[in-house]
């Protein structure tokens, strides 16, 4: 089923026991997403090391008013392999993912990039940083913390919203009925639910101020368009066994170019 601009919603159905209409509340089963995968082979190194550091110093980071330390489950830190910006979520079945994939591939990202510059020189490839962090709610009970990309060429947006659009148009996005919001997700919870099947909330004041600015990645290239299966895989190592990333695998990918 395509879902078209406004369609979030399956239409109204009726119930034998009223004469109003009731609207159902099933959201669409989400298969895949368009985004912009962070981790490329440049981007790779400088990724893991503010992983890492962010790890390792999160752990001795004390609210000032309490003196407690803000305790943070490792499971909630995104992999490196896993960091993208998400440009919209899809519900597809095989035929609309070979057609999502056709006009991944008929898209001209590159004119976009052209007619979105803000200056007559040759416009430069798309490249962003990373800079401090942000939380996606009330920062003292909060599940997700963020970072927002810093394009100073102000085309990344234009052109993520272009894309959205056209997927949109074409039936083969879900409509969320909400501005984009570009973000590079670096905490969650929901990956360290406890026994109740519940993700904690924390209370991450103290690492904001701690990580308001910190560098991620300085002034990186983007170098695809991806249309990404919902849901990251895990790299095991064949020698070892052992879990070394997550990513989401990509079925389909088209290069930014200018």
Known sequence: MAFARGSWFPG????????????????????????????????????????????????????????IVSFL????????????????????????????????????????????????????????????????????????????????????????????????RHGLMVDVNRPLKLHVTIVNTIYAQGRNGRHPLIDARAILEHFKDFVWLEDILLDRVAICEIGAKKLVDARTGRVVDEAYNEVAAKAIRV
Not at 27 to 55: D, K, N, V, Y
Not at 76 to 86: C, E, F
Not at 148 to 165: A, G, I, N, Q, S
Request: with cysteine.
């Open 73 to 168: 489950d490792g499971r909630a830190i995104r992999p490196g392999g896993t960091l993208h910006l998400t440009i919209g979520v899809m519900s597809l079945n095989t035929h609309q993912l070979e057609q999502a994939k056709q006009l991944l591939n008929r898209l001209d990202i590159g004119a976009m990039l052209r007619a979105s510059s803000s200056t007559a020189a040759p416009p430069s490839p798309l490249s962003i940083s990373l800079r401090g962090l942000c939380s996606m709610h009330d920062p003292s009970r909060t599940s997700v913390l963020y970072v927002y990309p810093k394009d100073f060429t102000h085309r990344l947006r234009p052109v993520c919203e272009w894309l959205r659009d056209e997927f949109l």
């Open 12 to 67: 109204p159905r009726w119930n034998r026991d009223t004469t109003r209409p009731q609207v159902s509340q099933q959201t669409p089963q989400l298969t895949h997403s368009l985004c912009i995968p962070l981790a490329t082979p440049a981007s790779r190194p400088t990724l893991e090391r503010g992983l890492q550091e962010f790890r390792t110093r999160r752990a001795s980071i004390r609210n000032r008013e309490t003196g």
